[in-house]
């Protein structure tokens, strides 16, 4: 369907020539363009062919009435949102008003029209039509921007990885090659230089997967994240055998997601849990649902060192930490990346906590095909 990205256009229907030239000289004066049909075929025609802020579609038309009209309008996915104003010769009566707002035509004008009610009506239509494309281009361009600032962190964080290994490989070579030379202040600024360059790594691969993320398609099937948690729950724990932390799930909770994301999005914040717990004996984290006005809410909740809730806003920000490097280790990339998992699939996110009280993180994800509001909510959980 194409549309003039500059003057909005509306369409006239009248069986009668005269009718069409009383309406285009009363709103010639708008700004718009003015397309003409004297049958409903043709009107069903142009609708195809073009974009319109409104039609003004008279009632009684031979072969194919005013509601034939809006109705097959209504029926196709392309034409079903044109605002319908019906013109009418007909005398105002329950009949006629009923049909017209059955049909989905938004407002009925009876004939002869005041000139001014018909502009001011018309006038409506062109400004929200205007609005809508000024949003639609905004839009358009803010999704081209994100990509593109997308493609620029791939393309700078890749390309960083080789200086980055020239770097590590050079420290290495001074180490071993030259390391009888060093005194002990020597080693330490080789370790540091190497420390460095490994958290550089980290820090360039989480900008990789914060791209990336963004950047594939997604292939949504339905995936038990309860599986997944209970697997990731498994991983950490054998990681660090001697830890104590009870980890307690829902069972049987599903959501409609790309089963990869589903797996970093979970990895994010069973991690984030696992690490913000070790130093809380015993650690406890809990994967379930709640039900909120009438949602199924996920939700991750730890006991561990929580946060202070005034700079709740910053969590998901890149980069953004709340805690130093040196008492809980990470990027600052791992809930940025799981908020943009989430909205990917039209799911939000959000937190509760305080310090040293722990911290929940809610999120919502489509769920399940034949999932009822509630499935896996408040039932006994179980242990990896």
Known sequence: MEADAITPAVLLVDDREANLTALEAQLQSLGCRLVFATNGNDALRQLLKQEFAVVLLDVQMPSMD???????????????????????????TPDTIFGTYSSGAVDLLFKPINP??????VRVFL?????RRR????????????????AFSY???????????????????????????LDEPGHELVREILGSAQHMGSLIDALLALARVSRGPLSPQDV?????????????????????VELTLAPDVQAHVDPALA??????????????????????IQFGTTQQEGETVLFVRDNGAGFDPAYARKLFAPFQRLHKADEF???????????????????RIWAEGAVGQGATFYFTLPPASGTLPGDGEDRPGSEP
Do not use: C
Not at 66 to 92: C, K, M, Q, W
Not at 127 to 131: K, M, N, S, V
Not at 225 to 234: K, N
């Open 66 to 92: 005013g509601f034939e009209v809006a109705e097959l309008a209504r029926s196709n996915p392309a034409t079903r949102d044109v605002p319908i104003i019906f013109v009418t010769a007909s005398h105002e």
């Open 116 to 121: 001014f009610v018909l502009r001011s009506k």
């Open 127 to 131: 400004d929200l039509y205007r609005e």
């Open 135 to 150: 949003l639609a281009d905004e839009i358009t361009a803010h999704r081209q921007t994100v990509a593109e600032l997308d």
């Open 155 to 181: 393309s700078v964080a890749h390309d960083l990885r080789a200086p980055l290994r020239a770097m590590r490989g050079f420290a290495e070579i001074l180490r071993e090659d030259h390391g009888l030379q």
């Open 224 to 244: 038990s994240l309860s599986a997944l948690v209970h697997d990731e729950g498994a991983r950490l724990a054998a990681a660090e055998p001697g830890r104590r």
């Open 263 to 284: 797996r970093t999005l979970l990895q994010n914040l069973l991690g984030n849990a696992w690490k913000f717990t070790a130093r809380t004996t015993p650690g406890r």
């Open 329 to 347: 280790p990470g990027t600052g990339i791992g809930l940025a990346t799981t908020q943009r998992i989430i909205r990917r699939h039209g799911g």
